[in-house]
């Protein structure tokens, strides 16, 4: 019997849990996570867009997260992050959290929601074309010297934000 995935808001008492996802994986920069790092990111992106950040739970467990920013001046939303722990990979936590990114940016009237992943995370840009991202360009070196980033699109239903007056 599966558990049953929730996609809530982040709050203050998720902070841990996030440190823990994240202290697991370096970043495509090469450096470690420490727990600063993980609270200034958290904060920048509450800071930046307080309903943006979400964590997936099982069993009240946050076991991945995600952070989301709507730029409405271009009505286009960033997918800054998304992150399971390893052992939850491949178990809809990642697909759970994507659809709440993506319907959140619908809700907020983005046109397109776009990340960024290095050229050489090949389980991530499956993962966001199993998602109906597309590979649009990349931006040599991002990451560091020689680990381009590739830079996915996915367009968001025109039609409904049409009919919702958007």
Not at 63 to 89: C, H, M, N, P, S
Request: hydrophobic letters at 35%; proline letters at 2%.
């Amino acid at each position: 019997m599966s558990q049953k995935i929730v996609v809530k808001s982040f709050s203050s008492k998720d902070l841990k849990a996030v440190q823990e996802i994240l202290f697991r994986y370096p970043s495509p920069t090469g450096r470690i996570w420490n727990e600063d790092m993980v609270k200034q990111m958290i904060d920048d992106a509450l800071t930046e867009q307080p309903d943006g950040v979400f964590v997936a739970e099982i069993g009240g467990k946050v076991v991945g997260f995600a952070i989301v920013v709507y730029r409405e001046w271009f009505e286009i939303a960033y997918l800054d992050y998304i992150q399971t722990k390893a052992e939850w990979t491949k178990k809809g936590i990642g697909h759970r959290l994507i659809q709440k990114c993506v319907s959140w940016a619908g809700e907020k009237g983005a046109r397109i929601i776009y990340t960024e992943t290095g050229r050489n995370n090949d389980r991530a840009i499956e993962f966001y074309k199993k998602h109906d991202f597309r590979i649009t360009g990349c931006i040599p070196d991002y990451y560091q010297k020689k680990l381009d980033a590739v830079i996915l699109v996915k367009r968001l239903c025109q039609q409904q934000r049409d009919l919702d007056g958007k």
